[in-house]
């Protein structure tokens, strides 16, 4: 089988496994991708193929999700921090987000994945900028899974940048102070619309958010696994959703609420 995604036509779906049950699985499904370089040094490879092998990964990820019944998976792919790594990495990770997507994009709307690219997306360059406004605008309408990948991405400057946007409309006289509230704020960060995830899964054993949805992970539950993010596969998935599902969600209440 081609590395690409496959299409329903040519690979075989990957069926619930029985340990888990259908209704209490998480919505919404966010991922900290860490380990790619460990995964790569422990091999006598150069980091580049850490990288290369996490997309596979991620591919795997997504498929295992849209075909469990999971409505939404975030990665995240690229933070603001990112960038102080050495040049040729960052220039190779710019380059593979460009061929990736080039090469994914058929496969996702075959799929009918919705794609959404999160975060500061100017910094980056043209030609991504433009295969990532192509990709938004192809796969809005699909019905299937919701894929987002945050991307120049910073929890606090997502913060900072919706209270800038509130601040702004009271400037203007369209908005009282006394109406921000939870939900005008929420519709102000790059996540509009979409839920907040249920459950956050992150590798290689760190044990950080990272300036990842610092708003979005209020009332997440944490997945931390020593699985270094190239590794992560059904098994280490099934096992983040056996964790979750082993969970007691009370939300500040008694009675305990799922998913």
């Known amino acids: 089988m081609s590395r690409a995604l496959a299409t329903n036509h040519d690979r075989t779906r990957h069926t619930l496994p029985a340990s888990l049950d259908a209704a209490r699985l998480p919505a919404h499904v ?36 849209s075909d469990w019944g999971i409505g939404a998976l975030t990665a995240y792919a690229f933070s603001t921090e990112n960038w102080n790594r050495p040049g040729e990495e960052v220039t190779f990770l710019m380059t593979l987000f460009e061929r990736v997507l080039a090469r994914e994009l058929e496969a996702l709307e075959r799929e009918q994945v919705r794609i959404r690219f999160l975060g500061d997306l100017e910094p980056l360059p043209s030609g991504l900028r433009q295969l990532i406004a192509d990709a938004t605008e192809r796969t809005a309408a699909n019905a299937g899974i919701h894929f987002n990948v945050c991307t120049n991405y910073g929890g606090r ?45 992150r590798t290689s054993g760190e044990q950080r958010i990272s300036n990842f949805l610092l708003w ?13 993010w190239p590794d992560f596969d059904e098994a280490a998935l099934e096992a983040a959703l056996r964790d979750y599902q082993s969970r007691q969600r009370r939300f500040g209440g008694v009675e305990a609420i799922l998913p």
């Open 30 to 65: 966010a991922v900290i991708m860490d380990g790619n370089g460990r995964w790569a040094r422990q091999r006598g490879l150069p980091r580049v193929m850490g990288h290369r092998e996490g997309v596979e990964a991620l591919k795997r990820t997504l498929r295992l999700c």
């Open 216 to 228: 979005q992970l209020a009332y997440a539950e944490l997945h931390i696994t020593e699985v270094l």
């Open 157 to 201: 400057a997502e913060l900072v940048r919706a209270a800038r946007r509130l601040a702004a409309r009271v400037a203007t006289g369209e908005l009282d102070p006394t109406q921000i509230d939870e939900t005008l704020f929420a519709a102000e960060l790059h996540t509009a619309g979409e839920r907040d995830p249920d459950l956050l899964i």
